[in-house]
């Protein structure tokens, strides 16, 4: 099938200097040709009040993450076991270490975070009902803010331009301001650096393919504040260009002051493949210059505290009990796995012999690491009372209805401006909201909810990447979350 709408009026193979909603692909024939990213033709339907409740919960999210990643006892005691079989995390903890031992030279820390969440299916005696379930919290590398609000114009542009009636007179699209927001993010931190002509460092991978993103974000910044410089650099490239002035001012080419270091890579292991990595890493952790996120705030989104703090008694030690119990109701079951405690023994129990459905989750970000349903048990098994087993942890799998909607890929036809429907109409969506803290330790100067992401999968893939042609950006459709009015969006039977 041929479609007619060109997203964003691009076109297959621009040239990297075009933004848009576009990525790069490995599998096109030269790495400046681009192609747009997967996106649904129609926005995604979303119960409004469950919208509502998740951006409110985010500035909590904000704050819990804060409170974590300045807890160094707490930090100590929940990762531990981890870094004893987990290099990476091992090595992230050392540097933190070190960080806190010295003293640390900038007591500000800003973060760009996102909270993922999916629907799950509620069946009571009475009526079944859906609930935002939390999927993960992503405190470093937090992508796709600016191709969203892109999407979210194109749904806009379709809607109003190709006669497509509301799904019903109470349905509304909400603004999405993402990209302005993660920008805003970034300046709010610039301003707390109190000092001109200093530039924000975003560090990237040698060959970004989510580079369209990354420049929206530094031209948002640069539109809203002409006066702020920015520089977009891969992470080797910045560890042969850095150095530290004399107090501790992080200089790049030599003079160039650097107020913020945004990281939109250094998130996995593979990023940390040359050989000054880690040292790296570290310098720009004993900087002056403000980290978005320092390295722990990037520990607090590990996966092991969704575990841990997955009881509001636990929360408490970090929030409200309001406030805990309202986080703890987007809580997914969880289950952790350390072979020598009582929990991590019932964990393994319950991913060797339940039929449950179930997820298999280490510590690591960006797809790919997971496993699901079947394949979890003989992974268990085969690992039964190693110590291996204490750095993943067990999740409840969240059981999402399915909707209609259409998937827009890029053409496999390199030669071809088409682009590619996938006939597949049964997706499930995950909401993503950004959330953007700047603190003076634990003195938080701000704090807020800062737009959305929708990615929209099919329906019995697990993994949702993106770039991997799985899942495509979408925006919202608010409905109202009566029974009856749901599924007509959803399928909510099966
Ligand atoms: P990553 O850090 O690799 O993005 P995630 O925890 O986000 O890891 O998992 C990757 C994808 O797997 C998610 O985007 C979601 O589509 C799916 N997923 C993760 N956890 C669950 C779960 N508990 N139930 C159902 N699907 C899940
Ligand atoms: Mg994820």
Known sequence: MRCVIDPCHLTNRTNTTSLGIVLRYPQLSHRNYTSHAPFTLFPS???????????????????????????????????????????????????????????????????????????????SDIKLSLRARQVEINAI?????????????????ILSNYSVNKPSASASYPENQSLDLVAQGLIDAYELYNKPDCYILCIREEVA???????????????????????????????????????????????????????????????????????????????????????????SGLKKYQQILNKPEYLERFLSTRDSERLAKTFCEFWPLDPETTAG???????????????????????GHNLYGKDVKPFLTEFANTDQLSQYILMGYIDSPKEKNWILLPSDDELSDSIRIEQNDQ??????????????????????????????????????????GFAGISSLVLIDDELDNLSRYFDIDN
């Open 427 to 468: 997706l499930v969506s995950e909401l993503g909201i950004y959330g953007s803290i700047v603190a003076d330790g634990l003195n938080i100067q701000h704090n807020r909810s800062a737009g959305y992401l929708v990615r929209s999968k099919k329906h019995g893939i697990e993994e949702g990447g993106v770039a991997a």
């Open 141 to 157: 590398a937090s992508g796709m803010a600016g191709l969203s609000t892109g999407v979210h114009s194109l749904h806009q542009h």
């Open 345 to 367: 023994q019932e964990g393994f129990r319950v991913g060797t012999s339940t039929s449950r459905k179930l997820v298999l989750k280490p510590q690591r970000e960006g797809g």
């Open 209 to 299: 393919l989510n580079f369209a993103d990354q420049l929206a974000v530094e031209q948002r910044v640069r539109a809203k504040r002409p006066d702020i410089k920015t520089i977009r650099r891969s992470f080797k490239k910045v560890s042969e260009t850095t150095k530290l002035g004399p107090n501790k001012q992080l200089l790049i080419d030599d003079t160039k002051e650097v107020a913020i270091v945004y990281f939109r890579y250094g998130y996995d292991p593979s990023n940390y493949d040359f050989l000054t990595a880690w040292d790296t890493r570290l310098l720009l952790e004993r900087s002056r210059a403000i980290k978005c996120p320092s390295i722990n705030f990037h520990l």
């Open 45 to 123: 339907p979303f119960p409004r009040e469950i919208y509502q409740e998740c951006l409110d919960l985010q500035p909590i999210i904000n704050t819990l993450l804060l409170k974590i990643a300045n807890d160094v006892d707490f930090n100590e005691d929940s990762l531990s076991s981890i870094a004893q079989v987990d290099e990476f995390t091992r090595n992230l903890l050392k540097i933190n270490k070190i960080i806190q031992k010295e003293g640390v030279t900038q007591p500000l820390i800003a973060c760009i975070c996102r909270t993922d969440y999916m629907l799950d299916k509620q069946q």
